[in-house]
């Protein structure tokens, strides 16, 4: 008689280890304002004039390779060429990224503030033994600010990862892995990831980690915490409804109107990990 052939499978079933969360737009800064101000601000000067829209396309990515991707839009290109004879060159990226940096923290500055509900959150993951972590498309030199800022309001994570630490921001998820090295997490799906940008989400699964996508307070929707009250329900449902598709196709395996909600979401990733499940 043959003997019966089994495969088996190792599976993870203890607790979240760590969470990892974006700054703009998922801890503080509701609505991602700080980085849009700069980067309009910063092409204004140019005499090249960009859209808000504009400014958000490529949110979530390390600054320089931001401004890169805004020089290689087609019809900034045209702008700029009508306006300076030639198209944007390398030594323009390098000049206009040392002209930003004064420029975000500037606006930083401006835009310190926690996003309702993280304090609460804070505590529960403090209170089920959570590591925290924060990681961020800005550099170490725009950050420091914004650091002391949110420790005076109470949020000092255990792990702050900036892209100018790793060899290449997202979406590539060197960040998330050094927040977990630094965390001293040995479980990548006991991670997880918060972030309101596509970029961020799309980070957070190429480092094996669960996903949260913050779709009202972020880049998504983009507007202040007052500009969002002063909707009326039905504009708000109807922008709700666009970011949280937006999210979803992104590959999210939750998503959350501001980090206010994430309770819930973590507390049913414990509970699908204790199950044996993965990311």
Same mark, same amino acid.
């Given at each position: 008689?043959?003997?019966?052939?089994?495969?088996?499978?190792?599976?993870?079933?203890?607790?979240?280890?760590?969470? =990892?969360?974006?700054?703009?737009?998922?801890?503080?800064?509701?609505?991602?304002?700080?980085?849009?101000? +700069?980067?309009?601000?910063?092409? &204004? !000067?140019?005499?090249?004039?960009?859209?808000?829209?504009? +400014?958000?396309?490529?949110?979530?990515?390390?600054?320089?390779?931001?401004?890169?991707?805004?020089?290689?839009?087609?019809?900034?290109?045209?702008?700029?060429? !009508?306006?300076?004879?030639?198209?944007? $060159?390398? &030594?323009? =990226?390098?000049?206009?990224?040392?002209?930003?940096?004064?420029?975000?923290?500037?606006?930083?500055?401006?835009?310190?503030?926690?996003?309702?509900?993280?304090?609460?959150?804070?505590?529960?993951?403090?209170? *089920?033994?959570?590591?925290? /972590?924060? *990681?961020?498309?800005?550099?170490?030199?725009? =950050?420091?600010?914004?650091? +002391?800022?949110?420790?005076?309001?109470?949020? $000092?994570?255990?792990?702050?990862?900036?892209?100018?630490?790793?060899?290449?921001?997202?979406?590539?998820?060197?960040?998330?892995?050094?927040?977990?090295?630094?965390? /001293?997490?040995?479980?990548?799906?006991?991670?997880?990831?918060?972030? !309101? $940008? @596509?970029?961020?989400?799309?980070?957070? @699964?190429?480092?094996?980690?669960?996903?949260?996508?913050?779709?009202?307070? /972020?880049?998504?929707?983009?507007?202040?915490?007052?500009?969002?009250?002063?909707?009326?329900?039905?504009?708000? +449902?109807?922008?709700?409804?666009? &970011?949280?598709?937006?999210?979803?196709?992104? /590959?999210?395996?939750?998503?959350?109107?501001?980090?206010? !909600?994430?309770?819930?979401?973590?507390?049913?990733?414990?509970?699908?990990?204790?199950?044996?499940?993965?990311?």
């Amino acid at each position: 008689m043959t003997a019966p052939i089994y495969q088996f499978e190792r599976r993870y079933t203890g607790p979240i280890e760590a969470v =990892i969360m974006d700054w703009a737009g998922t801890t503080v800064d509701f609505g991602s304002m700080a980085p849009i101000r +700069a980067f309009q601000r910063l092409f &204004a !000067d140019e005499g090249v004039p960009i859209s808000e829209a504009e +400014a958000r396309g490529p949110m979530g990515t390390e600054k320089r390779e931001h401004i890169r991707q805004l020089c290689a839009h087609p019809r900034i290109q045209d702008t700029w060429k !009508d306006v300076k004879g030639a198209l944007p $060159t390398k &030594a323009d =990226i390098d000049r206009m990224y040392d002209d930003f940096v004064p420029l975000q923290i500037d606006a930083i500055a401006q835009t310190a503030e926690l996003i309702p509900g993280l304090t609460e959150a804070l505590d529960w993951m403090r209170a *089920n033994d959570i590591r925290i /972590g924060a *990681n961020t498309g800005y550099a170490g030199s725009m =950050i420091e600010g914004l650091l +002391a800022r949110a420790a005076e309001q109470g949020y $000092t994570p255990d792990s702050n990862v900036c892209a100018t630490e790793v060899p290449k921001g997202r979406p590539y998820p060197y960040m998330s892995l050094k927040n977990a090295m630094d965390l /001293g997490v040995q479980h990548l799906c006991a991670c997880v990831k918060i972030d !309101d $940008t @596509l970029t961020g989400i799309e980070e957070g @699964l190429n480092a094996g980690m669960w996903t949260i996508g913050v779709a009202v307070s /972020g880049n998504e929707v983009g507007m202040s915490l007052e500009a969002w009250q002063a909707l009326n329900p039905e504009e708000q +449902a109807l922008r709700r409804t666009a &970011a949280y598709q937006r999210m979803i196709g992104s /590959g999210a395996h939750y998503v959350i109107d501001s980090i206010a !909600d994430v309770i819930p979401c973590l507390e049913e990733i414990a509970a699908r990990l204790a199950m044996g499940e993965k990311p």
